[in-house]
C-alpha cells in the first residue's frame, strides 16, 4: 500500500511545489491512517489544512482505497 500511495503523492506534488512547498510521507498504519509532514512553504500556510483535507486526502482515498485518513505531522 505504501508503494500505492508514493504514486498518488507523485501526482499532488507539482502542484504543492509550485507554491514552494512538497508533502513527505512519514508512516502508513494497518488502519489506513496515512501520516504525511507538509514541507516548505506548504509548512506554515495557513490553507495547509484545507491543502491536506480537500487536495492531499481526496487524491489519495481516489488512487488509493484503504486510506481511511490522512494526518499532518
Known sequence: ???K???ALAKVRPSLQADGGDVELIEVSD???VKV???GACGGCPMA???LKAGIERVLKKEVPEVKR???V
Open 5 to 7: 500511495i508514493e504514486k
Open 31 to 33: 488502519e489506513g491512517v
Open 70 to 72: 490522512v494526518e499532518a
Open 49 to 51: 489544512t484545507m491543502t
Open 1 to 3: 500500500m505504501q508503494e
Open 37 to 39: 509532514r507538509l514541507t
